[in-house]
């Protein structure tokens, strides 16, 4: 015999095996959806993988450090001695930018390459310091910029109010 709290026992089951049935089928149609957002070609279901390496030529030996209207194309450097002595030392660990938007006299770039060392694990240039603080110092030293010169023949006038 059915009894009241039986009825009501066995419709909470019922709705309780509903509600878990539509939440698998949400985590299954959400998975989806995801995993089509990843990869929606679905490339994991084609029978050849697609390649994924593109060749790139290496640049011409010619072309790699072509010098055109006296700077290296490469880097930015002007052309001088002691110019590839620069690139192969001060381009391995950072851009020639950071070279080419300084200027400093050959004190400057000194301790500049001190600095490096203490701070930044550069390794010891040895006879290469002097070539590179000569290349430094003679292309990218201060530029002698002063003040402008003041105005003069200028007719002022009074602003009125």
């Known amino acids: ?5 039986n009825s009501f026992e066995q419709s909470a089951r019922a709705i309780s095996r509903m509600m878990g049935l539509i939440f698998v089928m949400f985590l299954l149609v959400g998975g989806f959806l995801v995993y089509l957002m990843i990869d929606p070609t679905l490339s994991a279901f084609q029978s050849e993988p697609e390649p994924t390496l593109i060749a790139v030529a290496p640049p011409e030996e010619d072309d790699f450090d072509k010098i055109e209207n006296g700077i290296h194309l490469r880097t930015g450097f002007v052309e001088g001695e002691g110019l590839m002595t620069v690139v192969n030392n001060c381009t ?12 400093m006299d050959a004190d400057g770039w000194r301790k500049t390459i001190k600095w490096m060392q203490e701070t930044q694990n550069l390794w010891d240039l040895g006879k290469n310091e002097d ?31």
Do not use: F
Not at 1 to 5: A, V
Not at 93 to 102: E, I, M, R, W, Y
């Open 1 to 5: 015999m059915e009894t009241p709290g």
């Open 92 to 103: 391995n660990c950072h851009s020639a930018k950071l070279v080419t938007q300084n200027r």
């Open 131 to 161: 070539i590179i603080v000569d290349y430094l110092a003679m292309y990218y030293a201060p530029g002698k910029k002063g003040r402008r010169q003041n105005l003069t023949n200028i007719e002022w006038y009074d602003l009125e109010e």
